[in-house]
């Protein structure tokens, strides 16, 4: 049973000066809940690593949650997506290579609930059911 | 460069009435953080979703993060566990048989950071840099 879809997202080579600015983390977040029209449940969890260290965010959305994890020291940052309906896809590659000047941007797609686990070019997800 | 572990976790045929229950899934998580050592930072997020609806949960880590999406319409529950630094390999198949009475439970690992990404069996994650 698939129960929604899963973007696992690499983005190498950052600019590790951008990797410490949990603000600027904070817009990407809001660009991508804003153009996907995701709905955010909460407050956001943002945590900023002293010292030379990255900064991790978390947001629960209706559509299940977003999160980001950046490692300033290796110029890396991973986001998650996971949506329990279908959304359009969000320019990773080309947001992620404009915002943190990535030189590279690698995307996977991951069924969930699916069985076998496969990882997917074209999945569709379906809505969860229950309210708000 | 690999950054860390992720596991992507799907409980199946669990027990519907028990993907309702927030007490009890705030009690996997304590199980899971306090079996592997874990450090939460700042306070989970949980929300339960009206009516016949599920539960979401979501914790900030100071090792990355660890979710939890549950679908009591289709008996799945699933989980992502995220470790920036080595840890234990947690029991979820038993665990997760016992708690929601799942009769199946598939663990998939991934390497994050890594390239190119792989599913792999006996992972060797990393410390990530920082202060807390």
Redesign the interface.
Known sequence: ?I??T?W?V?A?ECNENLLRDEKLLRTVFSRIISDLGLKT???P?W?K??????V?G?V?LTE??L?C?T????R?A?F?L?C?RTRPEWNWEENLKEILNASEV?I?K?E????P?SKIQDPKSQT?????
């Open positions: 049973m129960v929604g899963e696992l690499e190498e449940l909460g407050e969890l945590h690593f002293g010292g030379a260290g990255g991790t978390l629960m299940s949650h999160a994890h490692y300033p020291e290796h890396v991973t998650n996971y329990c690698r996977t991951i969930r609930g699916a069985k686990k969860a059911g229950g309210e708000i």
